[in-house]
């Protein structure tokens, strides 16, 4: 049966290609992110799309009526909206003690925030049994950021997904993290990747080479199917043995 599926920051990168693979499976997607253009030009076959920022109370209201409207039920929440804050326009402050400030709560803004702000505006809706929510974190919550402040705000969610995970388990619905290494293909990193920094990055790997938003994708996928239904509170880490599992 056709599933209802909601993706934050579905209209690039990974949250692209996880609504692609939602779509494929005959899944019904809504693609939700700020630019209202690059949703409607993301081209996935069947989906809705509904411009927000979500870590904005007001915006997240309106996409908790719109989901009301048109899908009623979420099976599957994916939180993939979030950015390390270096392609947000720049606040130009000059004192370092206000900058650290600004940098900080950007990053909290944009990865902790809107993730958190979704969930609780549509945890109501919420499938059950069979829900499913699916947050974005990142290697470098376990890592570093080299600024902190993004691997910080990805930190955040784990236990944040934890205390959802206690709470929702009774309705059956399940809720877990993919934490992904370096992935190419997506906007995350802006128009340009040093090579050297590139092959570093692969270099760390034990596949020996860059991930895919597609790899991602499939494991979102997978931890959205019912064969997933005990899988729940968990990290998983998709990063080709970057980092080794615990
Ligand atoms: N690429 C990697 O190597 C990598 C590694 C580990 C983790 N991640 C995480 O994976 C997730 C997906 O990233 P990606 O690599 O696919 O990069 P991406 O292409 O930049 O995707 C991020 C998406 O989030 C949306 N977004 C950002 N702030 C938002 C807000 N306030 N409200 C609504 N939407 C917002 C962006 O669209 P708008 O700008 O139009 O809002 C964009 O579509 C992110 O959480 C990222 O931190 C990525």
Excluded: C
């Excluded at 900058?99 to 803004?109: C, P, S, Y």
């Excluded at 969610?157 to 992904?180: E, F, K, M, S």
């Excluded at 340009?192 to 994708?217: K, N, Q, W």
């Amino acid at each position: 049966m056709a599933r209802n599926v909601v993706i934050s920051g579905g209209g690039t990168g990974i949250g692209l290609a996880a609504a692609r693979v939602f779509a494929a499976g005959g899944d019904r997607v809504l693609l939700l992110g700020r630019r209202a253009e690059v949703l409607e030009k993301a081209g996935v076959p069947g989906a809705l799309t509904h411009a927000a920022d979500l870590a904005e109370t007001e915006d997240v209201r309106g996409v908790a009526s719109f989901v009301e409207r048109e899908f009623g039920a979420v099976d599957v929440l994916v939180h993939s909206a979030g950015g390390s804050g270096l392609l947000e326009p720049d606040a130009g402050i000059a004192d370092p003690l206000a900058g650290l400030a600004h940098t900080w709560t950007v990053n909290f803004r944009l990865n902790t925030l809107t993730a958190v702000l979704l969930t609780e505006a549509l945890k109501p809706r919420l499938a059950e049994p069979g829900g499913r929510v699916l947050f974005l974190s990142s290697i470098a919550a376990y890592r570093g950021s080299g600024s902190g402040a993004y691997a910080a705000a990805k930190a955040g969610l784990h236990p944040y997904a934890h205390d959802l995970a206690r709470q929702l388990g009774p309705r059956g619905i399940t809720v877990n993290v993919v934490a992904p290494g370096y992935i190419e293909d997506t906007e995350f990193f802006g128009d340009a990747m040093a090579e050297e920094r590139r092959a570093r990055l692969i270099g760390e790997t034990s596949t020996g080479r860059a991930g895919t938003p597609g790899d991602v994708a499939e494991t979102l996928h997978w931890l959205a199917s019912p064969g997933a239904g005990h899988i729940t509170s968990q990290i998983i880490q998709v990063n080709g043995g970057a980092e080794r599992g615990h």
